[in-house]
């Protein structure tokens, strides 16, 4: 049976588009990518020109003359909303990438925009699809008899946020809609959230603002519970230091040590030692592949935009957690 070759358009030339543009170059046979849109018309042709696709500044008019069946939007974070709404609307599936929006309100627009024009989103969240969450997501439901309960996780990230590389966007709140804890942060709550296969319902944040640039938060540290009452921490700092992006899950018999892109480790007789990771296709290929699956299957993807929608719920708690001096439980909207 020959299956359909989904077009492909792709909002956003930037640092993160080129990841996307080369695993559509993998997965060629179902997804051609078409077009691609920035108002740098220099971005765009770099990334046209070497897929050997039309490049546009304005997105809008992308979308309604090339028809595509997919948008890939990789926008800065304040305009994800009201390009999610019109791809939808324009009746294209979209890749958002993450996170969904700057608030809970914003993700509530995109829902209902897809709703009303019945076809898929899915939001890049990337954790769900790097080898080495997978593998701790499979042994947390593989060995739960042997490791006993999952009682904490401790997320931990440094990286130097504060570069002549990035964007100034990024460093701009009303832009970016925050700082490190929001752009980075997006992916520890989400694999805090996914690896726990709960809702966090309490936050407690403390920030610092000591950047060298913008007007947003340069670390923090959180402590969060899930709906079973799971504790868990995110502590991130993006000033000058030592990089690190580690996940520690701590079980009564075991404990578990993931670093994304190096490896994971298990404890044996009071220290850890590494174990393989089974070989998988980059995250972008597997989240395209998802993406298609959902649409063809006519189901909800992983990483769908209620879920999306709950980061940001937790994302805007730690905010006010920091403002407020006290803890916040999250109020969760319905399905
Ligand atoms: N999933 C991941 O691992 C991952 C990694 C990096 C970035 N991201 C996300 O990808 C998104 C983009 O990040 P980036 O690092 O590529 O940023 P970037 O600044 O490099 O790229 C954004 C691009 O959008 C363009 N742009 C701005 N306004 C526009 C408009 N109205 N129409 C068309 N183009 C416009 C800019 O000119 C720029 O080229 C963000 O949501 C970010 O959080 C995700």
Not at 2 to 13: E, K, L
Not at 158 to 163: E, F, G
């Amino acid at each position: 049976m020959n299956q359909m070759t989904y077009r492909v358009a792709v909002v956003g030339a930037g640092h993160n588009a080129e990841g996307h543009l080369k695993a559509l170059s993998e997965l060629r046979e179902r997804l051609k990518p078409v077009a691609v849109a920035d108002i740098r018309i220099d971005r765009a042709e770099l990334l046209s020109k070497a897929s050997g696709i039309t490049a546009y500044t304005d997105y809008r008019e992308m979308v309604l003359r090339e028809k595509p069946d997919i948008v890939v939007i990789t926008l800065p974070h304040h305009l994800h909303k009201e390009a999610a709404v019109f791809c939808a609307e324009a009746g294209c599936h979209v890749l958002l990438e993450k996170p969904m929006a700057l608030n809970a309100q914003q993700c509530n627009d995109i829902i209902d925009a897809v709703r009303r024009s019945s076809v898929r989103l899915m939001v890049g969240h990337t954790q769900h699809f790097l080898a080495e969450n997978l593998l701790a997501k499979k042994l947390i439901e593989d060995e739960a008899q042997r490791w006993g309960p999952l009682v904490m996780m401790n997320d931990t990230r440094h990286t130097a946020y504060y570069t002549t590389e990035r964007p100034a966007w990024f460093l701009d709140k009303q832009r970016s809609g925050g700082g490190i804890l929001f752009n980075l942060g997006s992916h520890s709550v989400d694999r805090i959230m996914w690896l726990g296969n709960a809702k966090i319902v309490k936050v407690r944040a403390s920030l610092s603002h000591y950047g060298t640039a913008g007007d947003v938060e340069g670390s923090g540290v959180i402590f969060l519970e899930n709906e079973r009452g799971m504790p868990s921490t995110i502590v991130q700092s993006g000033y000058d230091g030592v990089p690190r992006n580690e996940l520690e899950l701590v079980f009564t018999k075991a404990m578990v040590k993931v670093i994304p892109g190096q490896g994971v480790w298990i404890s044996r007789n009071g220290a850890y030692e590494q174990i393989p990771v089974p070989r998988a296709a980059a995250p972008f290929v597997l989240q395209f592949r998802e993406l298609l699956a959902s649409i063809e299957e006519e189901r909800e993807p992983e990483c769908s935009m209620i879920y999306s929608r709950d980061v940001i719920a937790v994302l805007e708690g730690i905010y006010r957690s920091h403002e407020l001096k006290s803890e916040v439980a999250m109020a969760f909207e319905g399905e």
